[in-house]
């Protein structure tokens, strides 16, 4: 490519990665892009306008906005970009790695890139638009601050040909409620013209507290639907960075100290081997249900989640669909 037109490959490169910057931040400036970009204004004004002469972006009066052609762009471009840049590669890897059948890796670490998260986020639409079965689903969701960049980025179009219900995985845990699983399910049902359940039942509720609400018709209800869910989309969590949030007590702790804890999901603390080592007590979705599942995604990034992600994936069904970024790849593959 470079010999037949020099510097090919480098400008390919920057208009894709302008195309995604504008998808992830639209309607936005060009002094905007150039800043985010690193670029010159100039540089990013010769590109947008070629970009509009073959009707890959739009130029109104709030800002630049990617249009159907460019979306569809990315889509096809998004094979060669990884093999042009070395994701390809990583992925291949990475699928051997922790014996999956499929993986999609973004650029950048979300534990450094705040807008990373957007990019998995944007990945899982195009997954989910891509995999989602036709007809009628129902779609279990974790919460989480990467669940909630997932919904911020949904478009409506996952919808077509569809019927999606949305419902929290799990009880609800001691956290902002902007990240709460009833939150992010209501947003992902907002912009896909879908419906929600709310599970309004503190996942770490008393045995005898959570026994006697499970029988109110509203929960009943709902866990039932969890129940029947055909799609998963979840995180996998550093086990104390989850133990923190579930706001557990200092002797479990310490049990998960002691048991050398390094990951959570769904409830489930394991260790390195893919042990569990402790489970939050059954109310909503469990690993064991993934096997049931029409399409499973699972969205995790930044490298201090490498430890978790790698032990996670000697648990649960292959068909997994692991959405990464480099940073948790670069720290599983060295």
Same mark, same amino acid.
């Given at each position: ?7 090919? +490959? ?46 890959? =972006?739009? $130029? ?16 096809? *471009? ?7 840049? &070395? *994701?390809?590669?990583?992925?291949? /890897? ?58 911020? +980025? ?9 019927? /999606?219900?949305? =419902? ?51 929960? #009943?209800? +709902?866990?039932? *639907? ?15 960075? $989850?133990?923190?949030?579930?706001? $557990? ?6 049990? /998960?100290?002691?048991?050398?804890? =390094? ?29 049931? $599942? ?6 995790? &990034? ?8 790698? #032990? ?23």
């Amino acid at each position: 490519m470079n010999a037949v037109v020099p510097k090919m +490959t480098q400008k390919l490169l920057r208009r894709y990665s302008l195309l995604l910057t504008i998808r992830q931040t639209q309607p936005v400036g060009r002094r905007s892009l150039a800043e985010k970009m690193a670029l010159t204004e100039r540089t990013v004004r010769t590109d947008l306008d070629s970009l509009v002469d073959t009707g890959l =972006v739009s $130029m109104q009066t709030n800002g630049v906005w990617l249009t159907d052609d460019g979306q569809k762009a990315i889509l096809n *471009l998004q094979p060669l970009v990884a093999d042009l840049t &070395g *994701l390809r590669k990583k992925e291949t /890897l990475l699928k051997k790695r922790l014996g999956l059948q499929n993986c999609l890796i973004v650029s950048g670490d979300s534990d450094k890139q705040a807008d990373v998260k957007q990019a998995m986020g944007k990945a899982t639409n195009d997954l989910l638009r891509q995999k989602l079965p036709a007809g009628e689903s129902v779609i279990a969701v974790m919460g989480g601050t990467t669940m909630a960049a997932v919904a911020g +980025t949904l478009s409506a179009a996952i919808a077509d040909d569809r019927q /999606l219900t949305f =419902v929290p995985a799990r009880g609800g845990m001691g956290e902002s409620p902007k990240i709460q699983a009833n939150t992010v399910c209501a947003r992902m049902a907002e912009v896909t013209n879908g419906h929600f359940q709310a599970l309004y039942l503190p996942e770490l509720s008393s045995e005898s507290a959570s026994t006697s609400l499970r029988h109110e018709p509203a929960i #009943a209800q +709902t866990l039932d *639907l969890i129940d029947h869910a055909n799609v998963a989309i979840h995180c996998v969590g550093d086990a104390m960075s $989850m133990a923190k949030r579930r706001q $557990m007590s200092d002797k479990v702790t310490a049990t /998960l100290v002691k048991r050398h804890a =390094v990951g959570e999901a769904f409830g489930d603390f394991f260790d390195q081997n893919g042990q569990i080592v402790y489970r939050v007590p059954k109310l909503g979705l469990s690993i064991s249900d993934l096997d049931r $599942m029409d399409l499973v995604v699972a969205v995790a &990034g930044g490298h201090s989640k490498a430890a978790a992600v790698e #032990a996670y994936f000697k648990i649960p069904p292959a068909k997994t669909f692991l959405i990464t970024d480099e940073g948790l790849a670069d720290m599983i593959l060295k």
